[in-house]
Nanobody, 120 residues
Framework: QVQVVESGGGLVQAGGSLRLSCAAS?????????GGWYRQAPGKQRELVAT???????NYADSVKGRFTISRDNAKKTVYLQMNSLKPEDTAVYYC?????????????WGQGTQVTVSS
């Protein structure tokens, strides 16, 4: 059974930094696995923040480009999100997503979410 667990959220002042971690278990973490971060603010739909495939170019939402960096460590089965220059509008619950391709037979897995609050 694949499990995904996030950590690293918290309260930070605007302009500050946080690093989120997402640890996956129950799967090999290699070329067929894409890791990603999504977020959901109160009253809004869940939105993509960043994704990364093994050896691929990371993909970022326009709102976080230049401020956030996604990375992965296959040996540790972990995906990271380094968030710098945080803004109050970054406040949301951040969810880690792991997609194992092909999805049929692989799967699409979500963590429980971690709260990030940025004060002005």
């Amino acid at each position: 059974q694949v499990q995904v667990v996030e950590s690293g959220g918290g309260l930070v002042q605007a302009g500050g930094s946080l690093r989120l971690s997402c640890a996956a278990s129950g799967t090999i973490f290699s070329f067929n696995v894409m890791g990603g971060w999504y977020r959901q603010a109160p009253g809004k739909q869940r939105e993509l923040v960043a994704t990364i495939r093994d050896g691929g170019i990371p993909n970022y939402a326009d709102s976080v480009k230049g401020r956030f960096t996604i990375s992965r460590d296959n040996a540790k089965k972990t995906v990271y999100l380094q968030m710098n220059s945080l803004k109050p509008e970054d406040t949301a619950v951040y969810y880690c997503n792991v997609k194992i391709y092909p999805l049929i037979g692989g799967g699409d897995y979500w963590g429980q979410g971690t709260q990030v609050t940025v004060s002005s």
